[in-house]
């Protein structure tokens, strides 16, 4: 943690050497001050109107109508005019904070066996590719960088901030999530492989971690330490979830029963596509966010052999309005980027909303912020912006979810990250 | 027209820019007093006329008169009044709709969606083609127009590909539903389609393959037509050379494919300022924009995309250019936008405006680009591309502002006729 902070300082936006500006750690505290903060909490109000929230060490210390916080005088004051504060977007899959399939590098799918829960995607991060700067400049700060779908457990992913240059100052988690893979892609690592021994392989090895971390529970496993189930460790202790690649009721409908019912550890279903929400009743009651993308739509006409569009009216369906429908809350977006840019993550809400997603409740942008960091266990750190938190603040001309919306300046653990003005656009 | 933004304390969800900058159109509009109307006429005996009432009508018109609410009068197949309530004439049936914006139909100049096949688009045994006519390769039952129609598209230029540098004469048409080819046609041959440089670099034919070669192609007869027209020589009205003598005496425009600055300004001067056509630069991307100032002065209209952006820009200087707010900058008026559908869907066409809104143009400009601007850059603006009497009735009824893809088209007329229903076709897209 010391470490952390003293690289934070070191390479914060003051540059090499000049003492933290307001806001970052071991700084003076900084006051911004908006027409609109969208705060969206889990629970409570949304938002405040004519705001400000306050910032030290990298932390928001208060937040709330003007007339209501006290601005102390050794914070600096950044009058931000009409423009509107929202949380740092978090995007819970994401394969693009490393070499990439799509720049002719495969480090993320390791193709050796079928299940590699020991796996860690941490050694390909590369804070310094290109899709990252672009990130930042589309407002989103924090990842979920896991391996591929290759194979039935690709391994653990790695919650990581994309603001820096440093691996170490980016680390929010390591590991940051268990990926599975249950169906759909792992097929191709061998012949004959299908549904139900890809259940099968995976109920298996689940089960034996989940014995290991039991055994060890509490104590360290010293000489016994086994790097394959080492990270059932955290799974067992409810730090860090499954993320799970699905798709198809069916194989929602296993990761729900399997790992949230029969193992009883956390876990969110991702893609959540092609009628996977219609196991949002089971989802709901499990307690299971889902999380959509990179498809928005089922584009699936009522016909053929399998109703996918569930016979509505229309033949497009969009699958957040079709999990939101039946009755489900945690509803978060992600690219599966490079699939669909990594930078256009808020984007994915807008057609979430296009295809009929009620967002009175602003529940386009808790997709891409406090569902999220809820499901993957980090809320504690990020995801709205209440006190206590990392100062991951987005500075918008207008409602992100609308497309035509820039980030105009980013803030991530309170030290500007992006400034659009100064840097000019990416994005 | 700065981007407004709806402020703190109104709606959230529906953070909507163009509605401010509306709003200070509409109140400019009434406030002038200058709009003198004719009183509205009853409908005679077998007339058919439609009076919608919504909660915004935006004209597109001269004045960019928004009217908030508004009515729109249909008669027959055209449009009798837009404007302010007012008592509707005897005859009409009325349309409710306040919750929704009436706008012009979106007008695409350069799209391929036509023919079915891409090898009916390039016909690629010479280099130039003034005798060929996309027309026969138009079939009004083509799927993809359903969908066109769908997204508010009501008039399109389908013209043939860029594989040639003269590749003919495209048809305006509009995309109408159970509608045969005299019934969808507007204007045939629609103009000519030139492509200046880089795709029929590929295969030129027997001329080479270089810029060179392309120009002194088009030159070739670019002059000798020009010389014919002038001397009234009756020998250049025949089949191969009659509709481009029409361009030469500015009776038909021409559609320019061009891309980087020295193709953007070697076309606009080539067609503007060396022969006098009524030229419209056709892409111009890439780094087009930086020729700008020089198309500007020069007074060619722009119809940029399906590129809205220059992503050398990005990697080579670190800048981020959107085009069409590029060329507007630099003081271009009349900038449209296009699909060159089917490489961005024909649907996607007012996504083109969002995205160059997002990329710095403003929002209502944008919503020009895709109606009145195209319209008048390519001899359309009697017919077409805003709501004034007397203009065809081709109309859209949106939930909101049609460039927020978080808005849905509710209903489609074109012609007067009904073309498209959500509630009774579903949304295709």
Redesign the interface.
Known sequence: MLATIVLASMAGGSGAGGPPEAGEVGGPGLALLAAKILTVPYEGAQFVDHGVVLVKDGKITAIGPRAEVSIPADHRVVDLGDSWLTPGFIDLHCHSAGPSLYSGVNDLNDLVYLVNPDLRAAPSVEPHVYDMRVAIAGGITTVLYIPGSGSNIGGQGILVKTAFDRFEQNLVRNPGSMKLAQWGNPESWGPGVGMAFENWNTRNTIRRGVAYAERWKDQDPGNEKDLTFEAFRDLVARKIAFSVHTQVYQVVLMTITMIAGEFDLPVFTDHSEIGGWLAAPEALKAGVPAIVGPRTTDHVYSRGFINWARNKHEGVRGLAAGWQELGMKDIGFNTDSPVVPQEELPVQATMGVRYGMDDSGLAALRGLTIVPARAAKIDARVGSLEVGKDADILVCDGYPIDPRTTVQRVFVNGIQAYDGAREGRRW | MA?A?????ES??D???LLAALLVCACRAAGSGSVVRAPLAPLTQGESGLAIVAGKVLTLDAEKQVFDPGLVLVRGDKIAYAGALTEIPAGYERLDAPDLWVHPGFVDLHTHIHAAGWHDLNDMVMPLNPGLRARPTIDPWEERLEHARAAGVTTMFGIPGSGTSLGGFGTVYKPERDAGYEEIVVRDPGGMKVAQNFNPQRSAGDLGNSWAGLAFGLEYWNDRIERRVAAGDPGVENHQFADLAKVHRGELPVLIHCASAEGVAAATRMWKLRYGTDAVITHGCWDGWRAAHYTAAAGIPINAGPRVENLTA?VRE???VGIAHEYLKAGNELVSLNTDSPVVPEEELFLQG??S???GAD?YTMLAALTTHPARSFQLGERVGSLEPGKDADLVLSSGDP????S?IELVIIDGRVQYSRAKD????
């Open positions: 981007r933004r709806v402020g703190a304390g959230m969800t953070a909507r820019p990005m670190n800048r981020f969002s995205w809104s997002r990329m929002g460039l927020d893809p978080r849905r579903g949304a295709l897209f």
